[in-house]
């Protein structure tokens, strides 16, 4: 099986910006369908971004919209999320989570869909 272990998060200015990496081992990312979800005091776990096992279709929560890219390397075994134009509302744990499938990004929007998990890793915009 494969393991996912997220770095990048930190705290950041409204309107900055991170850059999310997730990075895997124990199987190839190739055969795997990826996702980005984040969590927020208070709330429930929310879709943010996924990208189907080439890379070649994406999905995006409204939220985020515009301002956040997903992307893959799949020669680096890595998975990325590039944040822009941060706001405050942003400020959650953010997950990465794969799912052993060629299925599009339009159906990798919720959480059950996905089998494997990273632990995590903090994103705080101030204001």
């Known amino acids: 099986q494969v393991q996912l272990v997220e770095s990048g998060g930190g705290l950041v200015q409204a309107g900055g910006s991170l850059r999310l990496s997730c990075a895997a081992s124990g199987s190839p990312l190739g055969v795997y369908g990826l996702g980005w979800f984040r969590q927020a005091p208070g709330k429930e776990r929310e879709f943010i971004a996924s990208i189907n096992s080439s890379g070649r279709d994406t999905s995006y929560a409204d939220s985020v919209k515009g301002r956040f890219t997903i992307s893959r390397d799949n020669a680096k075994n890595e998975l990325y999320l590039q944040m822009n134009s941060l706001k405050p509302e942003d400020t959650a744990v953010y997950y990465c989570?794969?799912?052993?499938?060629?299925?599009?990004?339009?159906?990798?929007?919720?959480?059950?869909?996905?089998?494997?998990w990273g632990q995590g890793t903090q994103v705080t915009v101030s204001s």
């Open positions: 989570a794969g799912a052993l499938t060629l299925i599009s990004s339009m159906f990798l929007t919720t959480a059950s869909k996905y089998d494997y």
